[in-house]
């Protein structure tokens, strides 16, 4: 147990029981306990295996490269469409995560199998993202902006066209375009 990572457990108003039962989990497989991005980390060899989150409606193991995993017990969910390698087992109680105890060390243990053999999850190509009409209109129109967004990196790239595809409304749209193009010009990512 790192003490660092104590304030996580500590101070979570929900899902204690539950984070209690998947640090063990994660612990007994023999990963390191890390903080990263505020929240638990288990690595094996500084590599990222299974991160402890929760959410609202339920609290998660989210597997680093859960594409390559098996799942044969089908308990791997892809948070969103845009998701590409990550996947999570979403647990609403204790009893659930108790449970697949089994399961989920097997789980674990392939993930590090993983890691071992190198194994990359296949990311799609920036260019395989859709792209909003209006932002291609604005790319056409303006050749600088054209270029600074060309000289982004494919991450802050498909950042912003997520982003931008993201609304219903054309309206909406143009108003998040606008708004970003400073940032773009300037070589800012969406998130930086």
């Known amino acids: 147990m790192n003490p660092k990572v104590d304030f996580y457990f500590s101070k979570a108003k929900k899902w204690q029981e539950e984070f209690e039962q998947l640090r063990i989990i994660a612990l007994d497989c023999g990963l390191a306990e890390e903080l990263k991005w505020g929240n638990p980390c288990y690595t094996f060899n500084k590599s990222n295996i299974v991160l402890i989150h ?16 098996k799942d044969t017990k089908k308990i791997l969910i892809q948070q969103t469409e845009n998701v590409q390698a990550a996947r999570q087992a979403r647990f609403i109680n204790v009893k659930q995560i108790v449970k697949l105890k089994s399961d989920l060390k097997a789980y674990i243990y392939e993930a590090i199998e993983v890691e071992k053999a ?3 999850v296949e990311l799609k190509k920036t260019a395989a993202f859709k792209m909003a009409e209006e932002f291609q209109h604005k790319l056409d129109k ?31 749209r143009e108003s998040r375009i606008e708004k970003s193009i400073p940032q ?4 800012i990512g969406l998130n930086d």
Do not use: H, N, W
């Open 54 to 69: 929760g959410f609202k409606d339920y609290c998660a193991f989210l597997f680093f490269k859960g594409a390559l995993l």
């Open 184 to 187: 773009i010009l300037k070589g």
């Open 118 to 120: 190198g194994l990359k």
């Open 142 to 172: 303006k050749p600088a902006l054209k270029k600074a967004f060309e000289a982004l990196t494919p991450g802050r790239q498909r950042a912003y066209m997520l982003y931008f595809a993201a609304p219903k409304q054309s309206k909406t």
